[in-house]
């Protein structure tokens, strides 16, 4: 039996920043709030917990964010990332809602770290959780409990009963029991489905299963395809995910920051067969690292290796798996399991193709190849100083695009474009209307903040009503 | 790079192995950098000797916070549990630094070797005391320590296991700044920062709401029974030399009365180290397991018995050294204080040593990362 009330005034569905966000909210308006959690308590808060910092506007320095970042720029960023595939009115509208999350934030645990630590070059844009995204988690937690939400975990949302606009009706599992309950309003901040690899498959073949998820394991959009099924109208790419390349011995699942390599600026990548296939210098890092888990997907078995020496070994992050080293190519082609002439032959060919030029890792600078396709056009240095090292490459996937349309209110807009009564929605299960493509640090928290609080405050005047 | 290498060809503890193994995925996520200077200090490297897993460990305050917070603790694969894996690593370090290194067993028989200690040294004070007679104790002068072990005796014995206490502790110190690769010349900001650091454990503070003793929440609880337990220490320590400044300098023979200095300085201490000892223990008992390390608490244990049985036997000599117990009292105490003074260098007293020895490594290369931390951070783009 499971021990689920049969109704309450908000149920919530999925606990992550968006789903506690929302709770919070809800239950501070008076509301009877049910929390399901679909993971047990240890791996709690979806790809939250997985998150460092969330961007915020802001006109002057605040105690974590250095100068000031203005509603224009923050525009102007996402519309680049996106290619101008946003709703400019929902994404202006949560531009504007994260000047006011800070002082939210603050009084319900959240903790933050002073402004000029951790990445520099985010200091001015992003705010940096104390501790990371678990530690928030750990502190809206506490909040919700402390307010009387009541919190089920290992408790998994099958399906929604959704007739004419409305929800009637939620149907639960927990144990293997199943549950229902009668909400006066839902709230879904279920997520994507990027941990979903059959689902994923239908875009991109068996390919998929050879991808890493990056995030949380219970991302599997149950409740996403349960709404779209019922006339939920669908916004973003159903075939596209966010996907960087990531370290091959990373868990399939929840392997999270620690899986990320930066070493691709500074050497060669070759697929399985020893062969170059992109210009690894294109643009520096935080501009092409989105670009390489698609790259990476489109090699045989979904591998390739960054191969560079002992200069350049230091200039990136140092990685959780230590590099796979060898005093010579030929061994290193050994040790990585690729075809040890083909890898000698590419070095070779690259090293003589590499013209004279000033190395400097922070700028795109003049130290290029010449004679040889793919080029590459900045950070090429022959490959001569012992010893050499490799790191296996896969796809990591971040998040999927595929989400249910909103209104600013955060109610789910139905295919025949009318407002859902009481359904709303919040974080990744909706971010697509905002971020159509693409992506920048931080704006997947702010929009599940911006928009758990409206669902949560809207959810509640629905059900108080 | 090279020495490195020829570094890691020595066979390794397994906890080493774990350390090295935890410590390379705390300096690729960077997440809990803001909690203490462990994950700075970590950010300043690439590699990990022993030498760096135990000045790392020992920096390590045990407050818990990065265990809550992380997103690989167990039951994640990777099972990252850095407080544990480094209170592991830290006894390892007690057993290693120990001098002489034979004794460095006994770390793992505290509970056993201060209580036969204890029983041998109460014996022999009580042996040499002069069995108090009739007009002794029925005197006014009842309280006259001397008149049950004499002066002489009392300071050559107890400055010879003090002195042998310094002597050991010091060598165990040169061992650590040693095999930590620690600068042989510090400066006086250094200094003060890491003076700083030891007096107000603001490490002891998951970032500044406290530690996590048995959950998600912090709380600074830990922190004043530990403050509390410290300086009532140093407290007792000022007593006792208040009191042979009195006797020597001044020549102001004991007993003194209850509102002198050394009298006041002692209760005051020692009823502060009771209160921060039984509140200490009250945590540790009712603490969340999970970042615990075993191996550790018992050390823990022990010695917080050891400090609470000295503390409670010269409080109760104080209130009774008017009556006839008072020379049965006086020969317990000072046993307790002597065997205390053997087995500081194999207890956890040591901690304090080597967490300020860290502390004081941490404030000398800190400088270094205003620098370096740009370079080293630029990287992190998602």
């Not at chain 1, 770290?113 to 928030?136: D, H, I, M, V, W």
């Not at chain 1, 888990?293 to 990685?319: F, H, N, W």
């Not at chain 2, 544990?84 to 120990?98: H, I, M, N, P």
Request: a positive charge; proline letters at 5%; hydrophobic letters at 45%.
């Amino acid at each position: 039996m499971v021990d689920l009330p049969q109704s309450c005034d908000v149920l919530v569905v999925g606990g992550g920043n968006a789903g506690l966000s929302a709770a919070i909210t809800a239950r501070e308006a008076g509301a009877s709030v049910i929390l399901l959690e679909h993971a047990p308590k240890a791996f709690r808060g979806g790809n939250s917990r997985h998150t460092r910092n969330l961007r915020l506007m802001h006109d002057s320095p605040t105690a974590t964010l250095r100068g000031s970042y203005s509603s224009s720029e923050y525009w102007n960023d996402l519309l680049s990332v996106t290619s101008g595939k946003t709703d400019e009115r929902l994404a202006r509208f949560t531009i504007d809602g994260t000047s006011q999350l800070l002082p939210w934030m603050k009084a319900h645990g959240a903790r933050f770290q002073p402004a000029l630590e951790g990445t520099l070059s985010l200091s001015r844009t992003n705010a940096f959780f104390l501790g990371g995204g678990k530690a928030l988690m750990n502190a809206y937690y506490a909040a919700a409990e402390r307010l009387g939400v009541n919190v089920l975990y290992d408790t998994e949302v099958r399906s929604l009963c959704l007739a004419r606009g409305m929800i009637r009706e939620v149907f639960a599992v927990k144990n293997g029991a199943s549950a229902a309950v009668r909400p006066k309003a839902v709230v879904v901040c279920s997520g994507g489905f990027q941990a979903n690899i059959e689902w994923l498959r239908e875009y991109w073949g068996d390919a998929a299963r050879n991808f890493i998820i990056r995030g949380t394991p219970y991302a599997q959009g149950v409740v996403l395809k349960n709404l779209l099924e019922q006339g939920a109208a669908p916004v973003g790419d159903p075939t596209q995910c966010h996907a960087v390349a990531v370290d091959a011995r990373a868990p399939k699942f929840d392997g999270g920051i620690v899986s990320r390599l930066d070493c691709v600026p500074f050497s060669i990548v070759v697929d399985r067969a020893g062969r170059r296939f992109y210009d690894e210098g294109e643009d520096i890092w935080p501009k092409r690292y989105a670009i390489w888990g698609r790259l990476v997907a489109q090699c045989p078995e979904q591998i390739a290796y960054a191969v560079t020496d002992a200069k350049s070994e230091k200039l990136s992050m140092p990685s959780a798996f230590p590099p796979i080293r060898a005093e010579t190519i030929v061994e290193l082609a050994g040790n990585l399991g690729i075809d040890a002439a083909a890898l000698e032959a590419t070095v070779r060919n690259f090293n003589q193709a590499v013209r004279p030029g000033k190395f400097d890792p922070g700028l795109l600078d003049d130290c290029r190849t010449e004679g040889i396709n793919p080029p590459k056009t900045h950070w090429a240095r022959p490959i001569d100083q012992p010893p050499f090292i490799g790191y296996p490459l896969r796809p990591g996937i971040t998040f999927t695009y595929l989400g249910v349309k909103v209104d600013e209110n955060a109610r789910v807009i139905m295919q025949d474009g009318r407002s859902s009564a009481n359904l709303f929605a919040a974080g990744e299960i909706m971010a697509g209307n905002i971020l159509g493509e693409g992506y920048v640090a931080g704006v997947g928290m702010a929009i599940g903040a911006v928009f758990g609080r409206i669902a949560g405050r809207e959810a509640a005047k629905v059900a108080l009503r | 790079m090279r020495s490195a290498e020829v570094h890691l060809r020595v066979p390794e503890s397994a906890g080493l192995q774990q350390g090295r193994r935890l410590v390379e995925i705390c300096n690729a996520c960077r997440y809990c950098e803001g909690y203490c200077a462990v994950f700075p200090a970590i950010e300043l490297r690439r590699q990990f000797t022993s030498g760096d897993l135990s000045y790392l460990a020992n920096l390590c305050h045990d407050c818990r916070a990065c265990y809550y917070s992380c997103q690989y603790a167990p039951p994640h694969e990777f099972a990252l549990n850095l407080p544990k894996a480094f209170s592991d690593l830290r006894l390892e370090t007690y057993e290693r630094y120990a001098w002489p290194r034979p004794l460095a067993a006994l770390f793992r028989r505290n509970g056993i070797a201060a209580s036969v200690l204890a029983l041998l040294c109460t014996v022999l004070f009580a042996w040499m005391a002069k069995t108090p007679s009739r007009s002794a104790a029925g005197s006014e002068n009842a309280g006259a320590f001397y008149a049950v072990v004499s002066e002489g005796v009392m300071i050559a014995i107890s400055g010879a296991a003090f002195l042998f206490a310094l002597l050991a502790l010091a060598m165990g110190l040169r061992n650590f700044w040693r095999d930590t690769n620690s600068p042989s010349a510090l400066d006086a900001p250094s200094l003060l920062a890491a003076f700083k650091d030891v007096f107000t454990l603001r490490n002891l503070g998951g970032g500044g709401d406290g530690c996590n003793n048995h959950d998600e929440s912090f709380s600074q609880t830990r922190r004043y029974f530990h403050h509390s337990l410290f300086y009532g220490f140093l407290l007792c320590f000022a007593s006792t030399y208040t009191a042979a400044v009195y006797e020597h300098i001044f020549g102001w023979i004991s007993p003194y009365p209850f509102l002198s200095l050394p009298v006041l300085l002692g209760t005051v201490g020692g009823a502060a180290m009771l209160v921060g000892i039984a509140g200490l223990l009250q945590i540790k008992v009712t603490a969340d397991p999970g970042p615990a390390s075993k191996l550790l608490l018992d050390i823990d244990y022990s010695f917080l018995v050891l400090l609470f049985v000295a503390a409670a036997t010269g409080l109760l000599l104080l209130a009774m050294r008017s009556t006839a117990a008072m020379g049965g009292l006086l020969a317990v105490h000072l046993g307790v204080i002597v065997s205390l003074f053997l087995i500081l260098p194999y207890c956890k007293f040591v901690h304090g040593i080597y967490r300020a020895a860290a502390l004081l490594r941490y404030a000398a290369e800190r400088p270094r990362r205003s620098q370096n931390g740009a370079a080293l951070t630029e990287g992190a783009g998602a």
